[in-house]
């Protein structure tokens, strides 16, 4: 190995190993090392979360980086995301359920994160990435101006010391370079989480033995679904991975289910048995013999920069982390990769490429900052099984005519076409920020309704026009005129949607605040209402 390389990245895990492949995938001729403190193979099932994807990881892992073969044959097709508003309940089948009773036309998948990174470093190394895993990096000096950056590591029992142009941190919450530059950021998302891994598939059609409940789903697998068990300030997640395990998590508010309820698998098994029944009884099953246990208090966070005209960047949870509630970890990821992919070209073309830095900073805090909104102060609505489910399609909507769209149709890093898309983008935003406001004070003055023993589907599969945005998404890329109109109409059903939902809101309680959507949408035709019964009984 030489010891003068073009890029070195800090941590060989789903960010570092993703951002190597892709940029092999850019220039076969970038030498490019990963130092990676864990020794590979690691073990499948337990060894991380962040298993379900959404629809830009989906494209990243399987479009961008090529890797679609090893997707449908090594991991789960995911049926989507599914909820149940089952708050200390152990009918679940008598409760209200939301989510598909068919696949989406937009694949994404349940990653067996052990089996995949696995995969990526086998993957890395084929395209000529130099991965060193077992290696523990002991001292960084990033360099300014034109310098190199230098790194000394131990691999094998022995010490090296590398130059590189570039220099990428994707340690994870070691956060190396965050560290160096003291550029945390906290939030006052104060959400904690406990999670464990258990053998075995947990079957949520266990559930039951009503027939006409276990087939109106097509098949009957709601196993591979991200299931939702959610209740006031909670949700509970089940994820099946490919290697036979289930995955098993708590997020809670931490003022409303203190960590110090959840932080052992003896605790949270009891705080189950309270809030989830029918799940903790599943789990008796000693064929669910457990694997591990994690926790991890207020894990959400920012960061003041990750890319830098002085060509070092922060990719994955050394930067940034949200909220796994909509699995949004692996989509930036995706985007942060991008990003620096872009600028390491731009940077070998002889390109400028310090403006660019500056650009996709500000994006890439724009992006985390309107995504946040969708989980900071919500908690408490989501055991809410009449504005919760409303909150979910604004969400997903808000998402897929906007974020998704520009990342699957190539338009993540085109400056010019983002500048054209500003005046959408920021009627967009506004009225996503109201609506958030609306949902959360809807849900306030609602109080803490019992979960309805209704036993309804809220089938989002029979929603046509929720299932062109989705099917939208698998289109090649448009070209610029079509692209833009995309957009356009996109935000135009936004608002059509957010007058339904005001009308909703209005019905419930009629002299609630509005947060200004009554002015925003004044010129807006209702047409013909989006959400049909039983959406809005």
Not at 372 to 379: A, D, F, K, N, S
Not at 399 to 423: C, E, H, N, Q, V
Request: glycine letters at 8%; aromatic letters at 10%; hydrophobic letters at 45%.
């Amino acid at each position: 190995m030489n010891n003068k390389v073009d890029v070195v990245i800090l941590g060989g895990g789903l960010a570092g190993l993703s951002l190597s492949i892709q940029l092999k995938r850019m220039d076969p001729a970038l030498h490019v090392v990963v130092i990676e403190r864990q020794q590979h193979p690691v073990r499948e099932a337990a060894f991380k979360v962040g298993e379900s994807t959404v629809e830009i990881a989906a494209h990243y892992f399987g479009h961008v980086l090529g890797l679609r073969e090893h997707l449908d044959g090594e991991q789960i097709r995911k049926f989507g995301f599914r909820f149940f508003f089952s708050d200390g309940v152990e009918a679940i089948d008598r409760c209200s359920e939301l989510g598909v009773s068919k696949l989406l036309p937009m694949t994404s998948w349940q990653l067996d994160r052990g089996r995949f990174e696995n995969f990526l470093g086998d993957r890395a190394r084929e395209l000529g990435v130099v991965f060193l895993d077992g290696a523990t990096v002991k001292h960084m000096d990033p360099a300014s101006d034109d310098g190199l950056h230098a790194v000394e590591f131990e691999h094998e029992g022995i010490a090296t010391r590398l130059e590189a142009r570039w220099l990428v941190d994707a340690a994870g919450r070691a956060s190396l370079l965050k560290r160096k530059f003291a550029l945390a950021e906290d939030n006052p998302h104060d959400v904690n989480a406990a999670w464990w891994r258990v053998d075995g598939i947990v079957d949520p059609n266990l559930w039951s033995r009503d027939n006409d409940w276990l087939l109106r789903c097509t098949p009957p697998d709601r196993w591979r679904s991200t299931n939702h068990l959610c209740g006031r300030g909670y949700w509970a997640w089940m994820i099946p991975l490919a290697s036979g395990a289930h995955s098993i998590g708590i997020v809670a508010d931490g003022a409303t289910h203190p960590l110090e309820k959840l932080k052992t698998h003896e605790l949270a098994t009891a705080w189950l048995r309270e809030h989830q029944p029918a799940l903790a009884k599943l789990l008796d099953d000693p064929r669910h013999a457990l694997q591990d246990f994690r926790f991890l208090r207020h894990f959400s966070h920012g960061c003041r920069q990750v890319f830098s005209g002085d060509r070092w960047a922060i990719t994955g949870e050394a930067g940034l982390f949200l909220d796994p509630f909509y699995s949004p970890g692996s989509d930036f990821i995706a985007i942060g990769n991008t990003y620096i992919c872009d600028l390491i070209r731009r940077d070998r073309a002889n390109q400028p490429f310090a403006p660019y830095a500056g650009i996709y900073q500000q994006l890439i805090d724009s992006f985390f900052t309107n995504t946040m909104t969708l989980y900071r102060g919500q908690y408490a609505l989501f055991g809410d099984a009449r504005v919760m489910p409303l909150k979910v399609i604004w969400d997903y909507t808000y998402y897929w005519s906007l974020l998704a769209p520009l990342f699957t149709g190539d338009r993540i890093a085109d400056i010019a076409m983002l500048g054209k898309l500003r005046p959408t983008l920021d009627r967009a935003t506004s009225l996503n920020i109201a609506m958030q406001a609306l949902l959360r004070t809807w849900g306030e003055r609602n109080g803490t309704p019992s979960p309805p023993q209704d036993g309804r589907l809220l089938d989002q599969y029979l929603i046509p026009w929720f299932h062109e945005l989705n099917r939208a998404l698998t289109d090649p890329p448009l070209d610029d005129a079509a692209f833009q109109e995309r957009i356009n109409a996109n935000v135009a059903l936004m608002e059509r949607l957010a007058l339904q939902l005001l009308v909703e809101a209005r019905k419930d309680h009629p002299d609630i605040d509005d947060f200004g959507l009554a002015a925003m949408l004044a010129d807006v035709a209702p047409g013909e209402p989006l959400l049909q019964s039983p959406w809005v009984d």
